[in-house]
């Protein structure tokens, strides 16, 4: 029985050979070479002050609402906002800022739900703990818009996410919430940021953030979901 594996062995090795003789490979070039990274300036002190605080990992506990059983689809989204502007009235800036006439509009929901500025919610696991996060979106004037991203725990609400921005799009992408951003500065431009959970500080931050070229089509507008109307139930989505 050796002797035919030996015949095939030779037969296969004859046709390796040919091969070769017939389809060699040829060079590609030569290969440059790489290049490491290279530190500038390496005797710069270390900073002494931190940054400027823009607030990306501020969160805050939404008063006086409970949540059944940790599930944020008991929630109403116009409440939870209602909850946090009475909360702190009068405050235009950072992570809880509200334009006046914003905040007005917010109050009068259930009275003028047509005007409400408070956008359907969306709901995602972008924490990873199994559960489903409430995302909310709010009209505000200038073409802003507000993303706020909220957590259910120990049976209430606690805000992982509030930023505020000339919104184009945002977009569910696996566990992370990707906005698009009008760039004021540089015409023909947006802004790319992913927003990630953080586990360390407890909140969704800008984990990558990019200039993107683009090129607007004519009349384009952003690309927003409208006002629900109160005591219309809110479509449930959970993104792609």
């Known amino acids: ?10 037969v296969c090795g ?23 990274p290279v ?16 607030g990306e990992s501020d969160t805050s506990r939404v008063p006086g609402l409970r949540v059944s059983g940790d599930d944020v689809r008991s929630v109403d989204a116009v409440a939870v906002v209602r909850a946090e502007v009475r ?6 800036s950072g992570p809880d800022g509200m334009y006046e006439e914003t905040a007005r509009a917010i109050a009068a929901c259930g009275s003028a739900p047509a005007g409400c500025p408070v956008m359907r ?11 489903d996060e409430l995302i909310v979106g709010i009209r505000m004037p200038e073409q802003q818009v507000g993303i706020r991203v909220y957590l259910a725990e120990n049976g209430g609400l606690t805000r992982i996410m509030s930023t505020v921005d000339q919104v184009v799009s945002v977009d569910l992408a696996g566990r992370d919430l990707i906005m698009r951003v ?8 947006e802004y790319r940021t992913a927003w990630s959970w953080d586990e360390q500080q407890h909140s969704m931050l800008p984990t990558r953030d990019e200039i993107v070229r683009v090129r607007p089509s004519a009349g ?9 109307p109160t005591g219309v139930p809110s479509p449930v989505e959970t993104g792609p």
């Open 1 to 10: 029985m050796e002797k035919p594996r030996r015949v095939f062995v030779a």
């Open 14 to 36: 004859l046709l390796l050979v040919a091969g070769c003789g017939e389809g060699a490979l040829e060079s590609a070039g030569a290969t440059p070479a790489a290049v490491g």
């Open 39 to 54: 530190r500038l300036w390496p005797d710069l002190p270390p900073a002494t002050d931190p940054p400027f605080d823009y």
């Open 87 to 92: 909360a702190r009235p009068g405050v235009y």
């Open 121 to 131: 919610p969306y709901y995602r696991d972008l924490t990873g703990n199994g559960r």
């Open 182 to 189: 009008a760039s004021a500065g540089i015409p023909g431009y």
């Open 220 to 228: 384009a507008v952003p690309r927003l979901v409208g006002p629900t």
